[in-house]
């Protein structure tokens, strides 16, 4: 499929979102996007050293500027499976105690202490007393954590964001019908977003700022301000 461009009328498609209230809600692209200009950019990975220190951070620290240019709302969209990804496919035992003990630092206690009765579930345990690995931690493989959740979590490590709305695309649907679909399955990584910035001016594109590969040069809060 052709990726979305300049002109074109945005897909509708269901995204996953928490709300100010902390409830769980589904919400229309289409409903999020008519009769106002928004900005919808995406990244390839929660949690990962470019979006998360260079991408989110640009357009938080530019609202405000964004905004004064007709900017309505900036959405942020993921379809990304970032616990699993952070944790890999491993079957090295000693790999992945370090990935356990890497992942409690990286995440915070809290978010781990959430997470552990329900893989307890699955035999497995984030506190292990003396980092020992049952064989049911071989099952991490197959271990989907649900996109909103880690979209929350990832969101909350932005305590002054005011403007960016965090959405999940879990199964990476939207992505595939804007066209910006990227293929890590050779990484390990499956299917991803490209990063990408687009502006859209009641659900029609005109600005499409489309990164290749992994690249970070057309897509920042900077290059959305130069085009508006």
């Not at 990975?45 to 709302?73: Q, W, Y």
């Not at 880690?150 to 992505?175: C, R």
Request: hydrophobic share 45%; with cysteine; charged share 20%.
């Amino acid at each position: 499929m052709a990726p979305i461009a300049v002109g074109d009328v945005i897909p509708d498609g269901t995204v996953a979102y928490f709300d100010e209230q902390d409830q769980l809600q589904q919400a229309s692209i289409h409903s999020l996007a008519t009769g106002k200009k928004v900005i919808l950019f995406g990244v390839p990975g929660a949690f990962t050293p470019t979006c998360s220190v260079k991408h989110v951070p640009g357009f938080i620290e530019k609202a405000g500027e964004l905004k004064s240019k007709g900017i309505a709302d900036i959405l942020l969209i993921s379809g990304v499976d970032a616990l699993r990804r952070f944790l890999g496919i491993c079957t090295d035992l000693e790999v992945v105690c370090y990935r356990v003990d890497a992942l409690r630092r990286f995440l915070g206690c809290w978010l781990v202490s959430l997470l552990n009765p329900y893989l307890n579930h699955l035999g497995l345990d984030l506190y292990p007393s003396d980092h020992s690995i049952t064989p049911a931690f071989r099952k991490w493989k197959n271990l989907s954590i649900n996109d909103p959740f880690v979209m929350k979590a990832w969101s909350k490590t932005y305590p002054d964001n005011k403007d960016v709305k965090f959405l999940a695309d879990g199964s990476a649907s939207y992505t595939h019908a804007l066209g910006l679909e990227l293929d890590l399955s050779e990484k390990g990584l499956g299917t991803r977003s490209k990063r990408f910035a687009l502006v859209v001016d009641d659900l029609k594109v005109t600005v499409a700022n489309i990164e290749a590969g992994g690249e970070f040069t057309v897509s920042s809060a900077d290059d959305i301000l130069k085009a508006l």
